[in-house]
C-alpha cells in the first residue's frame, strides 16, 4: 500500500443498510455509481483503492477510498455523485506527508488489532468486501520508482520486499 503514492482520502458513507442482505453487491453497486456521476460531470476521480466497513458504533456500512489523481475531486461534485448513488455524505482530505495509506483507508483491519481483533471481525469484513481486502482501479498501485504496477505485480513485489530490508510499512496480516 505504501507504494501507491495516494494523495487524498475519500470517505463515502451509507453504501449499503445495516441490515442488507447482501451489503457487499449493494455497497460496490453505489460506489461504481458515484464514479460513473462523477464521469457523467467531466470529473475525474482518477485511480481508487477502497474499503467497505462497518462502524464499530453505528454499523453504518461506508466506503474507504484512496484517490490519486490530477487533482482533488471538487466536494460539491463528490457530494452531489453520491447523493445521485444513493449514499450519504462525502469528505475528502489530503494526507499528509509521512502518513501511510493504510493509516486512512482499510483502518477497520489495522485498527482492530490492538482491540483484540477477532475472527468474526475479519470474516465479516471480507464478506463486506466481496471476499477480498480491497478493491483497486486500473494504475492504482505504483513502484517505488513510480512505474504502474497491476495488482498481482504489485503483491509479488510486496512479498518480495518482506523478505529484504526494504520491508518498511508492509504489514500482514493473517486470520
Keep these: 500500500m505504501h507504494w501507491a503514492g495516494v ?47 462497518e462502524g464499530s458504533k453505528t454499523g453504518m456500512v461506508h466506503a474507504h477510498v484512496g484517490q490519486h489523481g490530477p487533482k482533488p475531486i471538487p466536494k460539491d461534485q463528490l457530494q452531489e455523485a453520491a447523493h445521485r448513488a444513493g449514499a450519504g455524505w462525502t469528505r475528502v482530505e489530503a494526507i499528509r506527508q509521512g502518513k501511510g495509506f493504510a493509516q486512512y483507508v482499510g483502518k477497520g483491519f489495522a485498527s482492530y488489532v490492538g482491540k483484540g481483533f477477532t475472527t468474526d471481525d475479519g470474516q465479516r469484513n471480507l464478506a463486506l468486501n466481496g471476499g477480498r481486502l480491497g478493491h483497486f482501479s486500473r494504475g492504482f498501485f505504483r513502484s517505488p520508482k513510480g512505474e504502474t504496477l497491476g495488482v498481482r505485480e504489485a503483491e509479488r513485489r510486496a512479498a518480495e520486499a518482506l523478505q529484504t530490508e526494504e520491508s518498511g510499512p508492509w504489514v500482514i496480516i493473517r486470520l
Design 7 to 53: 494523495r487524498r482520502s475519500v470517505t463515502i458513507t451509507e453504501v449499503a443498510a445495516r441490515d442488507d442482505d447482501d451489503a457487499w453487491q449493494t455497497a460496490r453497486r453505489t460506489v461504481n455509481r458515484v464514479r460513473e456521476y462523477l464521469h457523467r460531470q467531466s470529473v475525474d476521480p482518477g485511480a481508487w483503492g477502497y474499503f467497505i466497513e
